[in-house]
């Protein structure tokens, strides 16, 4: 009877972990970990189809001691231009720098956005990162299959 009891509180905690993994992946696919994207080891809040768009939003966040985009990997078509709006839901000024800029890039306050005109690579892929928090994984990319 005991053993019973248990078995079936086994099944729900089991169903109820399944059900909470399948409703976070439908916003973004994937993520946790870090993942190394050029030179940079990235904090990795999943990925994003942005292919056939000209617009889409990305977060430039922190939670503690953790800095990232997310989602972390835009795929896209090659060449495609998209309008970022990249918001700053974090608590503290973000960046976000192409590693092709060699102006900087572009702040981000605190509570703030800003929109980013960005160009997918030919092939491959094009790195970007917050040059405030690089070396704490604050990075992502753009990138093209095929
Ligand atoms: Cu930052």
């Not at 060699?102 to 094009?126: K, R």
Request: a neutral charge; glycine letters at 14%; aromatic letters at 8%.
């Amino acid at each position: 009877m005991r053993s019973k009891v248990w078995g079936l509180f086994g099944v729900l905690l089991s169903l109820s972990l399944l059900a909470a993994a399948c409703s976070s992946s439908s916003s973004n696919e994937g993520g946790g970990g870090t993942m190394t994207i050029g030179s940079d080891q990235a904090n990795n809040k999943g990925s994003a189809t942005v292919s056939g768009k000209s617009s889409f939003d990305i977060e430039a966040d922190n939670d503690g001691n953790t800095f990232y985009f997310k989602p972390t990997v835009l795929s896209g078509t090659a060449g495609q231009t998209l309008n970022l709006t990249v918001k700053n839901k974090g608590t503290t000024l973000h960046n976000f720098s192409l590693t092709t800029d060699t102006n900087g890039g572009t702040d981000i306050q605190q509570d703030g956005e800003q929109v980013v005109s960005v160009t997918f690579p030919q092939a491959g892929l094009l790195g970007f990162f917050c040059k405030y928090h690089r070396s704490r994984g604050m990075a992502g990319e753009l990138s093209v299959s095929g």
